[in-house]
């Protein structure tokens, strides 16, 4: 009898043992499974964070310094702005050919330096950096010879092969980026950001300013041989435009 009991107070022990050696795998195992689950918003962070440093600081530097270049020295809505724009063309192109940025940190880092310029000058600035752009985009195409020798400008990277032409893209799509409160005539007058871009990538020449015919009808001047002369009229309801 006394016996028995004692392998029944056995029996129970050893079951109480299993009992406790499953319950502490089993919390193991649960403590694993949440150290394996990573937080995503952490990691999201940790990504953004990791973009922003990613920039390479030297080239960040080179980047302003050719963008204060422009906003210092570069003239715009003058007799001879679109000859004169050249050399900023060039040296936007000089300094795409050997930057590590990639378009994105390109445009971030335009849309940021121009959040803190004076926003009384933004909407120069950025018709500034768009006609650099433009430029540029110029002195690579056809053109590109012929705009030289007519800005008297040489260039012993010419025709610059190498340039990364969705860095210059980027340059001005940072542009559009900032100061669009400041410059409501962009909305009204989108237009002329097309026909501009147009008669740039296909004639090479910057519009000097516009004679308001009427009926939306303008007159686009271009400089020629350091000559302002009438060039085409554009409808700006249209964007079509003709000599």
């Known amino acids: 009898m006394i016996k028995g009991v004692l392998n029944m107070k056995k029996s129970i022990k050893q079951k109480i043992i299993v009992l406790m050696a499953v319950s502490a795998m089993a919390l193991s195992a649960c403590a694993k499974s949440d150290t394996s689950t990573p937080d995503s918003s952490k990691t999201e962070t940790t990504d953004t964070a990791s973009d922003a440093a990613d920039i ?5 530097e080179k980047l302003i ?49 121009l959040s803190e310029q004076d926003s ?21 195409g056809e053109s590109g010879k012929e705009l030289m020798e007519s800005a008297g400008f040489e260039s012993e990277n010419y025709p610059w092969t190498d340039a990364k032409t969705d860095i210059i893209n980027s340059v001005m799509n940072g542009v559009g980026s900032e100061g669009s409160e400041e410059r409501p005539s962009d909305n009204t007058e989108a237009w002329k950001t097309d026909f ?22 303008y007159q686009a001047y271009v400089e020629i041989d350091g000559q302002v002369v009438p060039y085409v009229t554009v409808d700006s309801a249209t964007g079509e435009y003709h000599g």
Request: no cysteine; hydrophobic share 40%.
């Open 56 to 60: 390479n600081a030297e080239d960040e």
């Open 65 to 113: 310094s050719v963008l204060v270049d422009i906003r210092d020295n570069m003239e715009v809505g003058t007799a001879g702005s679109s000859l004169k724009a050249v050399p900023f063309g060039a040296e936007l192109l000089d300094w795409s050919l050997d930057t590590t940025m990639n378009a994105n940190e390109t445009k971030q880092v335009v849309a940021e330096w």
């Open 120 to 140: 009384d000058k933004l909407a120069e600035i950025n018709e500034q950096l768009m006609l650099a752009g433009n430029t540029a985009v110029a002195l690579i």
């Open 196 to 217: 501009e871009k147009s008669l740039m990538d296909n004639y090479g020449y910057s519009v000097d300013h516009y004679e308001d015919l009427g009926d939306g009808i």
